[in-house]
């Protein structure tokens, strides 16, 4: 399934203003899917199964919140923050990373948008147009088309069962596979591995 | 996964309108066993003339149209009788019309390509299909009787029954994994050229059982378990 790799949630009442932030970010450059959300228990609950990279939120929904968006940012440190500003609160919130009005223009409010994506993109994700698995995860990757668990893997391999995870995690990533037979049928018709090998 | 342009189903709209924007809506016609001749009602007419509720084919359209349900919604026991019976319906159509379809594909696909992968993606799908007909069987044997038992107040029939809901939700597991592999096999890894026209067909054929499988488990995770849930609630008061 293909998803842009950015997610921005609105929280914000307003339609008027919801539907209007989302028409200036779905015309602009950025490659990124928006979402509403109400409350603030609703985006923790998405984000238990969609990542959200950027929140732009009414400063207002925040109100009596501090402690839970604390908690929030302390869960998944790369989400930012984006204010809007009304005007009504004149110090820069603590909870957000950048803010902006409803009458900046839709270039500056893209523009503020695009940098606070990079701060918050993971260092990984640099490598990942490159999908070609490396020689370590080659490794892995024979062990475990093999039958092999974990334990084994690292035990051969003499890393930690953490780095097999890791690894594990990053073959599925560039591969788009997932089960174990088919990684299997992956390995096989990229030659990592011989048929032979295989038990059938 | 494959999306429709989102319309938001009303009970006005007309029927045939909506399958003209999203043909999946014909599947859900058929797993509602309504035929496809909807002539011009609209779906409040036609939820009339078929007897099914309003809310929950609302609801359910507005699934197949990108549309969560949110918050809880006050199905009946009636309704959430006919969702078993559209579930039901749907696992007919698993067993007997996409999986043979699939196999077919790939039996084809693999006596014109007899390489090792095609052998081995063979043997994926069998075991994959194994799984989901297990799956199914599970559904059909233990849920959905204890769903019916539950719905028509007869829960004091089996006294000393373990079975609930909650244990129901947590059986539910993801069927539609491997289903992605095999697609980003075909996609992306496993070496054939040609027969354009063949894997088209398999392509598109897991696509659609995709989308199906998608919008099954979300019946069962946003219909049917909640409303089983509430429901042994208010009879264990």
Same mark, same amino acid.
Do not use: A, C
């Given at each position: 399934m293909y998803s842009p790799r950015l997610h921005i949630a609105i929280m914000e009442p307003s339609m008027i203003i919801f539907e209007g932030l989302q028409t200036i970010i779905c015309h602009s450059s950025l490659d990124c899917r928006v979402s509403r959300v109400e409350r603030l228990e609703e985006l923790t609950e998405m984000m238990k199964h969609t990542p959200v990279e950027i929140l732009i939120a009414?400063?207002?929904?925040f109100v009596n919140l501090e402690k839970e968006v604390k908690k929030l940012r302390k869960s998944y440190p790369t989400l930012a923050i984006a204010g809007i500003d009304?005007?009504?609160?004149?110090?820069?919130?603590?909870?957000?990373?950048i803010s902006f009005t409803l009458y900046d223009t839709p270039e500056h409010i893209i523009h503020s948008l695009t940098r606070l994506q990079e701060k918050s993109q993971?260092?990984?994700?640099?490598?990942?147009?490159?999908?070609h698995l490396s020689p370590r995860e080659i490794e892995v990757l024979t062990c475990l088309v093999s039958g092999m668990l974990n334990k084994e893997i690292a035990d051969q391999l003499h890393i930690s069962i953490h780095t097999v995870v890791r690894h594990r995690k990053n073959i599925t990533l560039k591969t788009g596979i997932r089960s174990q037979s088919g990684l299997t049928i992956y390995a096989i018709s990229k030659k990592i591995v011989s048929i032979e090998d295989i038990e059938l | 996964m494959f999306h429709t342009p989102k319309t938001k189903v009303r009970p006005a709209t007309k029927m045939a309108e909506l399958i003209d924007a999203n043909p999946h809506l014909l599947l859900m016609l058929q797993h509602f066993n309504i035929?496809?001749?909807?002539?011009?009602?609209t779906v409040w007419q036609l939820c009339i003339r078929q007897g099914i509720s309003e809310n929950l084919f609302v609801s359910i359209a507005n699934l197949y149209n990108g549309f969560d349900i949110r918050g809880p919604q006050p199905f009946t026991r009636g309704d959430l009788l006919l969702v078993i019976d559209f579930l039901k319906s749907s696992h007919d159509f698993y067993r007997r019309e996409k999986y043979p379809q699939i196999s077919n594909y790939i039996r084809q696909l693999q006596e014109n390509h007899p390489v090792r992968e095609m052998k081995l993606l063979e043997k994926f799908f069998k075991e994959y299909f194994d799984e989901v007909l297990e799956h199914l069987d599970y559904e059909d044997s233990t849920a959905f009787p204890y769903f019916i038992t539950l719905l028509e107040g007869r829960?004091? $029939?089996?006294?000393?029954?373990?079975?609930?809901s909650k244990e129901y939700g947590d059986h539910h597991? $993801?069927?539609?994994l491997k289903l992605q592999d095999l697609k980003n096999l075909l996609l992306m890894h496993v070496d054939i050229e040609g027969d354009l026209e063949l894997r088209r067909k398999l392509l598109f054929a897991l696509y659609e059982l995709e989308f199906d499988l998608y919008i099954h488990s979300l019946i069962e995770e946003k219909i049917l378990i909640p409303s089983g849930q509430q429901i042994e609630k208010e009879v264990n008061v």
């Open positions: 009414n400063p207002m929904q009304f005007g009504i609160i004149h110090r820069q919130s603590m909870l957000t990373d993971h260092p990984e994700e640099e490598k990942e147009e490159n999908n | 035929d496809f001749r909807v002539n011009d009602l829960e004091n $029939d089996r006294p000393g029954k373990r079975y609930s597991t $993801d069927i539609e």
